[in-house]
């Protein structure tokens, strides 16, 4: 208002100034004096409870009583804060209170015998104003006899003088307790539960699947995963590159752990791919990319696999998002 008056002409800066503020007085007046439903609905409600019941699923385990459980609220996928409470004698909380627009969503976390839980995301539909979650828990234990990897997939791409490799693992747990590790990571102060050699010299570039930056450690080329493992296991994947001297690089496949099925699968660019330990290379397209495939069944747990790619090119980088289908494809 005041730049409008001042770039006004001559006497008229008083009248268009007067003018201005009246429109706007009478306009503020007009709002206050309207009804506020039409306000009020535009409100996100906050009468939505969540009912947790938290559930131990190994036999004979023990109860799931006086835990702490924390609410975190989420608005468009960031979140927002969070609320505490603790659970009655039958593992029974309620959260009240709750913003119940679609905007919101909702997700319970605990620790219980030294293990992290995550609910799936909750939200309220339509009028809803109630909602049951039920959070599964089991018993924790560090006995990894029921621990095993069930499959293994490297698959490899070029990107100029760089190899990207993704690492996928599929983790088996066939106990009926929760295997949190035993091995204090001391830069984490949380036990390893998995630990992954890595090529010497590479370098991580990106937790893909099943890992957590708050959970990851790495120590002597090595990543170190300190989530417990849950009955019937979970699904990981990673991905690092490593620079290389053409025309040969080798590197390790070290299986830390006993692994049912190992492929690798590799972008055929004219090179050569050999491994004293794994089966014949075998060519197949995916997407009309030709890969270099080999296989190995029933490695045992400090089996190392000595692999060899020969004949390395000096090739335009690829498209990301295109690989990373690509990459899916070749896994399954």
Same mark, same amino acid.
């Given at each position: 208002?005041?730049?409008?008056?001042?770039?006004?002409?001559?006497?008229?800066?008083?009248?268009?100034?007067?003018?201005?503020? *009246?429109?706007?007085?009478?306009?503020?007046?007009?709002?206050?004096?309207?009804?506020?439903?039409?306000?009020?609905?535009?409100?996100?409600?906050?009468?939505?409870?969540?009912? /947790?019941?938290? /559930?131990?699923?190994?036999?004979?385990?023990?109860?799931?009583?006086?835990?702490?459980? #924390?609410?975190?609220?989420?608005?468009?996928?960031?979140?927002?804060?969070?609320?505490?409470?603790?659970?009655?004698?039958?593992?029974?909380?309620?959260?009240?209170?709750?913003?119940?627009?679609?905007?919101?969503?909702? $997700?319970?976390?605990?620790?219980? $015998? #030294?293990?992290?839980?995550?609910?799936?995301?909750?939200? +309220?539909?339509?009028?809803?104003?109630?909602?049951?979650? #039920?959070?599964?828990?089991?018993?924790?234990?560090?006995?990894?006899?029921?621990?095993? !990897?069930?499959?293994?997939? +490297?698959?490899?791409?070029?990107?100029?003088?760089?190899?990207?490799?993704?690492?996928?693992?599929? !983790?088996?747990?066939?106990?009926?307790?929760?295997?949190?590790?035993?091995? *204090? *990571?001391?830069?984490?102060?949380?036990?390893?539960?998995?630990?992954?050699?890595?090529?010497?010299?590479?370098?991580?570039?990106?937790?893909?699947?099943?890992?957590?930056?708050?959970? *990851?450690?790495?120590?002597?080329?090595?990543? !170190?995963?300190?989530?417990? !493992?849950?009955?019937?296991?979970?699904?990981?994947?990673?991905?690092?590159?490593?620079? +290389?001297?053409?025309?040969?690089?080798?590197?390790?496949?070290?299986?830390?752990?006993?692994?049912?099925a190992l492929s690798l699968v590799v972008e055929d660019k004219g090179i050569k791919v050999s491994s004293p330990q794994l089966s014949p290379p075998q060519v197949t397209k995916i997407e009309n990319i030709q890969f270099i495939v080999l296989n190995k069944q029933n490695i045992k747990q400090g089996e190392t696999i000595q692999t060899t790619l020969s004949g390395l090119p000096n090739s335009n980088p690829v498209n990301s998002l295109r690989w990373i289908g690509i990459?899916?494809?070749?896994?399954?």
């Open positions: 208002l005041l730049s409008m008056r001042y770039r006004s002409p001559g006497g008229k800066r008083k009248v268009i100034a007067r003018k201005l503020y *009246v429109s706007l007085f009478s306009i503020l007046t007009i709002l206050a004096l309207l009804p506020l439903p039409a306000m009020a609905q535009a409100q996100t409600q906050v009468d939505g409870t969540i009912l /947790v019941q938290l /559930v131990n699923k190994t036999p004979n385990g023990k109860g799931v009583g006086d835990l702490s459980l #924390e609410l975190k609220t989420f608005v468009d996928g960031a979140e927002k804060g969070s609320t505490k409470g603790k659970t009655d004698a039958q593992g029974k909380f309620q959260f009240s209170g709750l913003s119940t627009g679609p905007t919101y969503s909702y $997700q319970i976390s605990l620790t219980y $015998q #030294e293990a992290d839980y995550t609910s799936e995301t909750i939200a +309220f539909k339509n009028d809803e104003k109630t909602k049951n979650q #039920e959070v599964i828990v089991w018993d924790a234990t560090d006995d990894d006899k029921a621990i095993k !990897i069930g499959a293994a997939h +490297f698959v490899v791409q070029f990107e100029g003088d760089v190899l990207k490799t993704t690492e996928y693992y599929q !983790i088996d747990n066939s106990g009926d307790k929760t295997y949190i590790g035993s091995k *204090v *990571v001391s830069s984490l102060g949380r036990k390893e539960t998995l630990r992954f050699y890595l090529p010497k010299g590479s370098q991580m570039q990106q937790l893909a699947l099943g890992l957590m930056d708050c959970c *990851v450690a790495f120590e002597n080329e090595a990543l !170190i995963d300190t989530m417990g !493992i849950e009955p019937g296991g979970k699904e990981i994947a990673f991905i690092y590159s490593a620079k +290389f001297s053409a025309p040969n690089y080798t590197f390790p496949i070290v299986a830390n752990r006993a692994i049912d990459t899916l494809l070749a896994i399954a």
